[in-house]
């Protein structure tokens, strides 16, 4: 029986061993970099607008985490504390209190069936929404979602259906920030998925005053949970801000707010050491530090009650909208 030798293979010589590892290197190199370049890129595209500018670096004496804040005396109107209140920067789901109060200024029947449609779908984030395409509510369910959960479906079906329509329900937005001197404020849809909704601190103030005038807008934002019937299911939807159910807080009407470019926020209604006081905090950087800098005001304002203001602000009052009555 024949035995054939197995044909040998002729070694590579150093300068082809050479030209393969600076092939392969540099084959790594490009994916190493291309890896670096997208990181780079997502990390821009997560950096809020306050951190681009460096507003989070402004130094302030209570150490807040937002790159701008502010808090007033819903009484008298002062400034206590007062940290780039002018900044404009995106608000995110703030957007919300100014949809709410719309809808509940124009009295439309709360009682009236909207079903969500795919007009309601977020194209602008991809966000994701328990509410889908089909479900059909009253317009009072909407509001309670909207204010309570920040649901987006929700937001979007009381603008589109309010008369007029969409386009005219954001043009009325706009109206009614101009009507309250929120001057630096502008609004292009009704849920705050835009970074083009962009307003500041001060305006902001003026806003949660206004819409604290409003009984069921203190109802609404406040509540803690909320069940609705959706087909044969009941779903449960809960508050986005932890400090509603606090028994140290006294709050009387709040808002929370996110998206990578506003970063996270907070409006509040709420009375500490005696005082009714209206917070304001915008694109604060982790996902607790809005609570942390409301816990760092509210431990301020008790420490020294009486002897408010601490800070010189940089604008000494806001002109906030004369308050409704509450009936206790």
Known sequence: MAVFAEEAVPPATA????????????????????KTSKSRSTLASKTSYGQR??????????????????????????????KNQQAVLPIASLTKLMTGLLVTEANLPMDEKITITQDDVDT????????KVGTTLTRGELMHLALMSSENRAAHALGRT?????????????????????QSTRYVEPTGLSSRNQSNASDLAILVGTA???????ELTTSPDFQVAVGNRTMQFNTTNRLVKSPNWDIGLQKTGYISEAGRCLVMQTKIAGRKLILVFLDSAGKFTRLADAERVRRWVEARPAQLPLVKPVISSVQLPAAKRVIS
């Open 162 to 182: 309010y008369p007029g329509g969409l386009e005219g329900f954001v043009a009325l937005m706009n109206q009614k920030a101009q009507s309250l001197g929120m």
């Open 212 to 218: 604290y005038g409003e009984p069921s807008m203190r």
């Open 124 to 131: 602008e984030k991809g966000s994701r929404s328990r509410l």
């Open 53 to 82: 500018a460096g507003l989070q670096a402004t130094h302030d004496p209570l150490v807040l985490k937002s790159s701008a804040a502010l808090v007033i005396d819903q009484d008298t109107h002062e400034v206590l504390y007062g």
């Open 15 to 34: 300068l082809q061993k050479k030209a393969a590892a600076a092939k392969k290197a540099k084959v790594k190199a490009k994916a190493t970099s291309a």
